[in-house]
């Protein structure tokens, strides 16, 4: 599994309808084959100065590379990322070891296997 990240500010004015128009352009990466689990976040630490996140997952390497090499990937970089988007930190994860163990939540009873 890939998760693929990339943290981003906009070029835009905060909360405008360019900024709202970016992000609702950028729903049509979800529908491109080999994603899974797309979000859309808004970053809210104080500790740096990026305003939105994506994260996606994949299958495997080939499914990302297909991602990648997508018309529909290339034409979002090509005309709304490289000139909407002002600083971006792109990182891609895979998991080390054991799978994560998903632990409930206080006062919430534990998944039964």
């Known amino acids: 599994m890939i998760r693929h990240t990339v943290v981003f500010r906009l070029k835009h004015e905060p909360?405008?309808?360019?900024?709202?128009?970016?992000?609702?352009?950028?729903?049509?990466?979800?529908?491109?084959?080999?994603?899974?689990?797309?979000?859309?976040?808004?970053?809210?630490?104080?500790?740096?100065?990026?305003?939105?996140g994506f994260s996606m997952e994949f299958a495997d390497q080939a499914a990302y590379q297909g991602y990648n090499d997508h018309p529909?990937?290339?034409?979002?970089?090509?005309?709304?990322?490289?000139?909407?988007?002002?600083?971006?930190l792109e990182i891609d994860y895979t998991l080390l070891g054991r799978?994560?163990?998903?632990?409930p939540r206080q006062g919430m009873p534990a998944k039964a296997s």
């Open 15 to 52: 909360h405008s309808a360019a900024e709202r128009d970016f992000l609702d352009a950028a729903k049509v990466l979800a529908d491109i084959p080999g994603v899974q689990k797309f979000e859309q976040l808004r970053q809210v630490s104080p500790k740096n100065d990026y305003s939105f």
């Open 72 to 88: 529909d990937h290339v034409a979002f970089v090509r005309d709304r990322w490289v000139p909407e988007v002002d600083a971006f």
């Open 99 to 103: 799978q994560p163990v998903e632990k």
